[in-house]
């Protein structure tokens, strides 16, 4: 059965203290790798989409990385406005659809 | 460039009543997909719309129906509504699923729907 898990469920920083939420995935041929934002109450915000293993992509003080068993998300120097919860989710070849496969997401709150 | 829109932004309802959640995509969008997100959990992906027809289905009962219009708008209805069935539904809209990869999708605010 493919599966998304995200790890830590919730994590705690200081502003400026640098860390990583993990991704991984069981996912039959994986189609994309997705990161979104989410702000209590709000819908999921895109950030990034990886293809292929190797693959990295950055934004502002995100980066996104990809192995062919997980997904890195880098935040680097964080600040209070960062305060989100961040869902990774894939897209497997045995559909050709949109079906994302979510997984439950990180919390992540910065405190100044 | 108006984002996807959901319409109503909260609704209350009633064990077995009947519900209809609407959502128009953003502009240059042809693709809609619903997810039911619990609280806490990830969106669990409902359905899939594209040339007015439902594409793909996720694991949810037939009293989850959707519709698409010409315009690319979307519908989304449930029967007989349970206690479970409360959750903010997610409405996404991208480009088709096409040769150049898989589309990025973008989410709207959702509706907060809460069955008593």
């Known amino acids: 059965e493919d599966q998304v898990t995200q790890s830590p469920e919730a994590l705690r920083l200081q502003e400026g203290e640098s860390s990583s939420l993990n991704c991984s995935y069981t996912?039959?041929?994986?189609?994309?790798l997705f990161w979104y934002r989410q702000d209590p109450g709000k819908g999921p915000e895109f950030l990034f989409t990886?293809?292929?293993a190797g693959e990295e992509k950055e934004k502002e003080r995100l980066k996104a990385t990809l192995t062919k068993k997980e997904s890195f998300l880098h935040i680097t120097a964080p600040k209070p406005e960062d305060s989100a919860t961040y869902l990774c989710?894939?897209?497997?070849?045995?559909?050709?659809?949109?079906?994302?496969?979510f997984g439950k997401g990180t919390t992540l709150s910065v405190s100044s | 460039d108006a984002g996807v829109t959901q319409s109503p932004t909260h609704l209350i309802k009633t064990r077995g009543q009947q519900v209809t959640l609407r959502c128009s995509p953003k502009?240059?969008?042809?693709?809609v997909s619903w997810y039911q997100q619990a609280l806490g959990q990830g969106p669990q992906f409902i359905f899939q719309?594209?040339?007015?027809?439902?594409?793909q289905r996720g694991n949810f009962p037939d009293r989850f129906s959707g519709h698409q219009f010409p315009n690319y708008s979307s519908e989304l209805n449930v029967n007989a509504l349970l206690l479970g069935d409360s959750a903010l539904y997610l409405c996404?809209?991208?480009?088709?699923?096409?040769?150049?990869?898989?589309?990025?999708?973008?989410f709207g605010p959702g509706t907060r729907l809460t069955v008593l």
């Open positions: 996404a809209s991208s480009l088709a699923p096409g040769l150049a990869g898989p589309p990025e999708q973008f």
């Open positions: 996912v039959s041929g994986l189609r994309g």
């Open positions: 990886l293809y292929s």
């Open positions: 989710a894939a897209l497997n070849r045995r559909q050709a659809g949109t079906a994302l496969i």
């Open positions: 502009s240059g969008h042809d693709t």
């Open positions: 719309y594209y040339e007015e027809e439902e594409r």
